[in-house]
């Protein structure tokens, strides 16, 4: 009986793979893949609608994306770092002036209760994906 929420996938390859270690290189790459597609739908239709900025000149244009791409690469990493499970440090992410003004917004986040207080060390950057996930409520 197969268990809830219990997923089978199919990886399409042209590839001839002989042994489970080709196979496992394969959906690494196809999980490389998907991270790239996440970051390119980031850019676009699902984060900053880099494509219809208003900008002009290509000077303009260019350093927008620059900042955008810095900006969705943080997204990304802190979106992977929700569960906790990472090794990335919050200084890797944050400097040290957002990082006081994260320890600030935790002192406001955190509840009265063991259940409300954030339940990452200060160190991970799980933390500050716990403090920032609270501003959205």
Not at 39 to 44: A, E, H, N
Not at 89 to 101: G, H, L, P, T, Y
């Amino acid at each position: 009986m197969e268990a809830k929420n219990q997923y089978v996938w199919t990886l399409v390859s042209t590839k001839e793979l002989i042994d489970l270690e080709q196979v496992k290189d394969e959906v690494k790459r196809y999980e490389s893949r998907w991270l790239i597609e996440e970051y390119f739908k980031l850019l676009k239709t699902d984060g900053y609608d880099l494509e219809n900025c208003q900008l002009e000149s290509g000077y303009s244009i260019r350093k927008l994306t620059l900042f955008v791409m810095k900006t969705s690469i943080k997204v990304l990493r802190l979106k992977a770092a929700r569960d906790g499970k990472g090794d990335d440090k919050v200084e890797d992410v944050f400097n040290a002036q957002e990082i006081e003004c994260l320890e600030e917004l935790n002192e406001q986040m955190e509840g009265s209760t063991e259940k409300q207080q954030n339940p990452y060390p200060k160190q991970k950057l799980a933390w500050a994906t716990w403090i920032i996930a609270r501003l959205a409520g």
